[in-house]
């Protein structure tokens, strides 16, 4: 693979041994792993074909615990890379030689509960279901549900700002959160919003979500829960072409419905999805819609039925409205598990463009034949309601040419994305994987302004160095020379 | 009254900004104008407006999607925007009437450099939730852009978040480009007369912890109620606490019923069609029942949705205060006398003790200089807020001190 990561310091693995002797000393020897057994289980993260075994690794139980480590690794000029649950497909969570790995997976807690004010306060090394799985009982959510969501930490979905299925109608990770504890890497804590909305000054909350762990680590939030609606339920459309499939959804949203999602397939993805999870999937389809209303049982019925009659003129090869709870189920679990499911048929390199609608049919064709030059196979997830595309490309691991040709259709593929007027990456993040592609969608002076501010926050550069910013552009040698 | 430059272009507004660059002198940052009473009192040198930058010039509508020139005029997108049943599901209030500024006159720039938010914001978000992309002049004079076209985007900082709410005081937005949503076939009210605040927001509360997407939380105490434009409602004598519901007919029809049923304890509703409705939920919009006046100020205060009426009783403790709670209770438009504080230092301590922020929006110019207007930040949140302007405007030149001393 051919991402170059800073050069680690040596001077720094050498004093391994004090440091971990400190660490230890700081944050109780039970929060520390430093055997190589141990830290090889954070070498990666859902990246894997990046590994680098990090100096030691804190799994702190408090946030003093977190300010406490940063502290003493800000006054020796150590690099920290924090980690949720190292699901991260961009190397967000990609360790480095000579950094300290500090998790908040021991930090899970619930703190509070708050129907009236629908909100929960949170630790932030709970996961994602977690947290909706705590307020179900009362028929509450947390909206936001990226398909890791059963291992994934809310740490690493406001790192990334992550989205999910039903981004469409509940927003992303950053529309869902209204306040949070975060240790800067001074060790300094910075509480911010809270149970209010909207809180006055520049919103430092927004800018913090999504900075990928380079502004510092939060160890609370609270988050927006949200009341179900009564009821949901999916319909699959099938299409004899992209391009029907594409001017379906343009006709159901200008119609007036958002639906609650709609997912697109095309037909690799239906094939995989269907022999793993036997969803009932047409097999005839080229392109597949999972379109999901909610509400009470008429107006589902309703929506539906609306939707059914918008569809027609698109000659759909199948229209099919799920019976009931078990259906729908099924129908979730092909779409949800289509990552696993392809990931049992090859290695894949799952990418996270966004486009604008009405360019699908010509970015589809374009990533067919960007895959076909490179003798790879492809198959394409489409979050269709918010243009975020998920190109699978499939390699054989074993190849390491195989590999580089698959990163290589990666970049053409986000370069496109950009060149018809979307951007690199909707809800994975940039990481190691996009930031050298960030100067085709930023100018130099653009990067700039954004490393300016993350000086703000981190002005030696030790949070999470190397990703984010093409290697060149940014000051990775502060951490070393300070 | 300093001169008012207008910028046609972003390339214009550059050079405009360069001379000031060079003598080390701030400038005012606007649109029409019509907030231009809000916030710290400012010594500028010129006021440059974006108002002849103004323009849609990208709408699909298929794609939930708009942008356009920072200077258009709001009501210009909305009635674009009307045109194919779309709207700003963020309901952009107006804060023009109630400051002393023109009504209507406000322009897209200015509603998310104010982050701007009306009664929907409960349901939908805020602005800063809507805005998707910008173009923007830094006060060093730099184009910079941020965001995109597309609803998912994380590539890079969020500094679209960061832009909005800034007042003016770390860029020019020169350009926006923002989430568009349809618009409710119908829209229908229920109105509970004559509850009091607590009974009333708990009221509020209660509808929201249903699943029937309520997109519009308010309670008016009897005297605010009686200020409604709406004749029918002011004409009750009664306060009014009031649950919107939008969506396509069939739905608000059902949900109507249905809200009706579960809050039966509350008493019986009266309903507003979708004319009374429209009509009531835009005088809110633009703070009809907070009318201007120099003898009283306006505080806006937001804290969790359940201690509104807790906040409101403390600081009626210490002065005569007519209220307007919105966002379920989260939000509350305060009317104190006029005075040499306008009662900053009790409402400091409510909002204190409560939990939450309040910004001064209306009062006399001496008084807004010499109190904090908007909500002080602890030290480490200031420090890092200075680097920021540091940042985007290292000569401290875009509305220095609008909002903080030291900004």
Redesign the interface.
């Known amino acids: 693979m051919s991402l170059a990561m800073p050069e680690p310091d040596t001077a720094t693995i050498e004093r391994r041994d004090e440091i971990v002797a400190q660490l230890k000393r700081i944050a109780g020897d039970e929060a520390v792993i430093a055997d190589a057994d141990g830290r090889r289980a954070f070498e990666t993260d859902g990246l894997t074909a990046y590994r680098a075994m990090p100096l030691a690794v804190v799994l702190p139980t408090t946030t003093e615990e977190v300010a406490d480590v940063l502290r003493y690794c800000h006054q020796n000029k150590l690099k920290v890379v924090a980690r949720g649950a190292g699901t991260s497909l961009c190397g967000g969570a990609l360790p480095l030689e000579d950094a300290i790995v500090v998790g908040v997976s021991r930090m899970n807690k619930v703190l509070e509960l708050?129907?009236?004010?629908?909100?929960a306060r949170v630790e932030t090394g709970i996961t994602n279901l977690a947290i909706s799985k705590v307020v179900e009982e009362e028929?509450f959510f947390y909206a936001p549900d990226p398909s890791s969501q059963l291992a994934c930490t809310l740490a690493g979905n406001l790192a990334?700002?992550s989205?999910g299925a039903h981004?469409?109608k509940y927003?992303?990770t950053?529309?869902n959160v209204l306040g949070m504890k975060v240790v800067?890497m001074d060790g300094?804590i910075?509480?911010?919003g809270?149970?209010?909305?909207?809180?006055?000054?520049?919103?430092?909350l927004?800018?913090m979500?999504?900075?990928e762990g380079q502004f510092g680590i939060v160890t609370e939030a609270t988050v927006r829960i949200i009341?179900?609606?009564?009821g949901a339920r999916p319909m699959l459309i099938g299409f004899s072409s992209s391009e029907a499939a594409g001017a379906c959804?343009?006709?159901i949203?200008?119609s007036?419905?958002?639906p609650v999602a709609i997912e697109f397939m095309d037909r690799p993805a239906i094939e995989v999805c269907e022999s793993f999870a036997k969803a009932g999937y047409p097999m005839d389809a080229e392109a597949l819609l999972i379109v999901e209303v909610e509400?009470?049982e008429?107006?589902i019925n309703?929506?539906l039925t609306r939707i059914s009659e918008i569809a027609e003129p698109f000659n759909p090869t199948t229209i099919q409205i799920s019976s009931g709870a078990s259906q729908s189920a099924k129908i979730w679990k092909g779409r949800k598990s289509a990552f696993g499911a392809i990931g049992r048929i090859s290695e894949y390199y799952c990418m996270d463009g966004?486009?604008?609608?009405?360019q699908l049919p010509l970015v589809l064709q374009r990533i067919g034949e960007i895959c076909a030059s490179h003798q790879l196979r492809v198959a394409n997830i489409f979050?269709a309601g918010?243009?975020?595309l998920h190109p699978l490309i499939l390699y054989d691991a074993n190849d390491p040419d195989s590999a580089e040709r698959a990163e290589l259709a990666g970049a053409e593929i986000l370069t496109l994305c950009v060149e018809v007027?979307?951007?690199?990456?909707?809800?994975?993040?940039?990481g190691i994987e996009?930031r050298d592609l960030?100067m085709t969608?930023?100018?130099e002076?653009?990067?700039a302004?954004?490393m300016?501010?993350?000086t703000?926050?981190d002005p030696d550069w030790l949070l999470n160095p190397g990703k984010?910013f093409p290697l060149h552009l940014a000051p990775q040698g502060l951490a070393n020379q300070a | 009254m300093s001169d008012i430059l207008r910028a046609a272009t972003a390339w214009e507004l550059q050079s405009m900004l360069h001379p000031y660059i060079e003598r080390q002198q701030p400038v005012e940052i606007a649109g029409s104008g019509s907030k231009s009473k809000i916030g710290r009192p400012m010594q500028t040198a010129a006021t440059i407006s974006t108002s002849s930058m103004h323009g849609i010039w990208m709408y699909?509508?298929?794609?939930?999607?708009m942008s356009a020139h920072g200077g258009t005029p709001l009501a210009q997108i909305e009635a674009e925007l009307a045109s194919n049943?779309q709207m700003l599901a963020f309901e952009p209030i107006d804060l023009g009437p109630t400051s002393g500024g023109r009504r209507g006159t406000l322009t897209i720039g200015s509603v998310f450099a104010c982050?701007s938010?009306g009664s929907r914001?409960?349901m939908v978000?805020?602005a800063?939730?809507h805005l998707l992309g910008l173009e923007a002049v830094?006060g060093g004079a730099?184009l910079?852009?941020?965001g995109?076209?597309?609803?998912?985007?994380?590539?890079?900082?969020?500094?679209c978040?960061?832009l909005?709410?800034?007042w003016g005081t770390?860029a020019v937005l020169t350009e926006v480009t923002f989430k568009v949503?349809?618009?409710p076939?119908k829209t229908a009210t229920l109105i509970y007369l004559g509850l009091p605040d607590d009974i009333g927001n708990e009221l509020l509360?209660a509808a929201?912890?249903?699943?029937y997407?309520v997109s519009g939380t308010v309670h008016l105490p009897k005297n605010v109620a009686a200020r409604l434009e709406t004749a029918v409602l002011a004409e009750q004598g009664q306060s009014v606490t009031a649950l919107r519901i939008e969506n396509?007919e069939?739905?608000v029809d059902?949900?109507t019923n249905?809200l009706r049923n579960a809050l039966k304890v509350y008493g019986d509703p009266i309903i507003l069609g979708s004319t009374n409705s429209l009509e009531f939920w835009n005088e809110l919009r633009r703070l009809s029942v907070m009318p201007y006046s120099e003898d009283t100020c306006l505080w806006r205060i937001?804290?969790?949705?359940?201690?509104g009426p807790k906040v409101v009783a403390a600081i009626q403790r210490h002065m005569a205060a007519e209220v307007f709670y919105d966002?379920s209770g989260?939000?509350i438009w305060v009317e104190v006398p006029a005075s040499a504080d306008a009662g900053a230092s009790d409402i400091r301590r409510a909002v204190a003790v409560n939990?939450?922020?309040a910004?001064l929006i209306r009062a006399d110019s001496s008084v807004r200089a010499a109190v904090e207007v908007?909500?002080p930040?602890?030290p480490?949140?200031e420090r890092?807020?200075r680097?920021?302007k540091?940042?985007?405007d290292p000569y401290r030149l875009l509305n220095p001190g609008r909002?903080?001393a030291n900004l």
């Not at chain 1, 966004?354 to 009405?358: A, G, N, Y």
Request: negative net charge; hydrophobic residues 40%; glycine residues 14%.
């Open positions: 708050d129907y009236n004010n629908r909100i028929g990334m700002n989205g981004c469409l927003g992303v950053t529309n800067l300094e910075l509480e911010l809270g149970a209010a909305l909207d809180a006055e000054g520049y919103d430092l927004g800018l979500i999504g900075s009341k179900a609606a009564e959804v343009s006709a949203i200008a007036g419905i958002i509400g009470g008429e107006e309703d929506l966004t486009i604008p609608l009405s979050h918010d243009g975020n007027g979307g951007c690199l990456t909707g809800e994975h993040g940039v996009k960030m969608q930023f100018t002076s653009e990067l302004l954004q300016r501010i993350k703000i926050f984010v | 699909e509508p298929t794609e939930l999607v049943n982050n938010s914001r409960i978000g805020a800063r939730d830094s730099e910079f852009r941020a995109g076209r597309v609803m998912k985007n994380v590539t890079g900082y969020d500094l978040r960061t909005a709410g800034s770390l949503l349809p618009a076939e509360c929201m912890r249903l699943p997407e396509f069939k739905s059902y949900r249905a937001s804290t969790a949705p359940v201690m966002w989260g939000l939990g939450g922020y910004t908007f909500q930040q602890v480490l949140a890092l807020m680097g920021l540091q940042t985007f909002m903080y």
